[in-house]
């Protein structure tokens, strides 16, 4: 069974459309997050999200949105893609808190043309 | 900002050699997490340090964390093929418990 579940695996789009990743869990978890991990693998917290509550915001675009419509779903929409976007994003959860082991996705690969 | 260093940034070395990585803060955590994580997925947690001084074995691997909480590392011993791959450092913030990653370690192990 898998624990995080991302889709799609990879995208690739045009600059200035809009797209979705989509992220489930059934681990229980109370915290989800979004990550960002660019070509040199720097790994960036996002977003986070404690049972449907966001949390943490870092410095992101408001072309991002995340959306949690229950606990066990955190997806992410991208409106007017740009070049910069292009990375792979990363779902995970995590129990109780940040402090919690963070089990991670396989990761959404972006690219944007 | 709370900013963690890793070094090196890429290591490679011929198996059953030692290695060490570093994991180097001027900030306090009051956890830190190693990762590793293999080409197309996921990082995995491979071990939580939350006592300063404390050191954590996982057969080849020992893991410290420094004294004043703020530094970490990573040692194998007798480095194998199956060890490649990227190791990431996270620390959990003292006071706010926000986590922040290192840049990573990219490891690769020659046969």
């Known amino acids: 069974d898998t624990a995080v579940s991302q889709t799609p695996k990879y995208l690739v789009t045009q600059m200035g459309n809009d797209k979705s990743i989509k992220c489930e869990q059934n681990?229980?978890?109370?915290?989800m997050y979004w990550y960002k991990q660019d070509s040199k693998k720097f790994l960036k917290i996002m977003f986070s999200y404690n049972n449907k509550e966001l949390i943490i915001n870092e410095t992101v675009p408001n072309r991002f949105s995340p959306k949690s419509p229950d606990k066990a779903h955190l997806n992410l929409h991208i409106n007017s893609l740009e070049l910069g976007d292009s990375a792979v994003y990363f779902c995970?959860?995590?129990?109780?808190?940040?402090?919690?082991?963070?089990?991670f996705g396989p990761g959404t690969r972006l690219t944007v043309t | 900002t709370q900013l963690l260093e890793q070094s090196p940034q890429f290591l490679s070395i011929q198996e059953g050699e030692n290695l060490t990585v570093y994991c180097n803060s001027s900030s306090v955590f009051s956890s830190l997490q190693w990762y590793r994580q293999e080409p197309g997925e996921g990082p995995v947690l491979l071990v939580t340090?939350?006592?300063?001084?404390e050191v954590k074995k996982l057969k080849r691997l020992t893991f410290q964390f420094g004294d004043a909480r703020k530094d970490s590392s990573l040692h194998i011993t007798a480095a194998q093929p199956g060890d490649t791959g990227l190791y990431l450092c996270a620390g959990i913030g003292n006071r706010d418990d926000k986590i922040i990653f290192g840049k990573g370690t990219r490891l690769h192990i020659l046969p």
């Open positions: 995970a959860s995590s129990q109780p808190g940040l402090g919690g082991e963070q089990y």
């Open positions: 340090v939350v006592t300063g001084g």
């Open positions: 681990l229980g978890h109370d915290t």
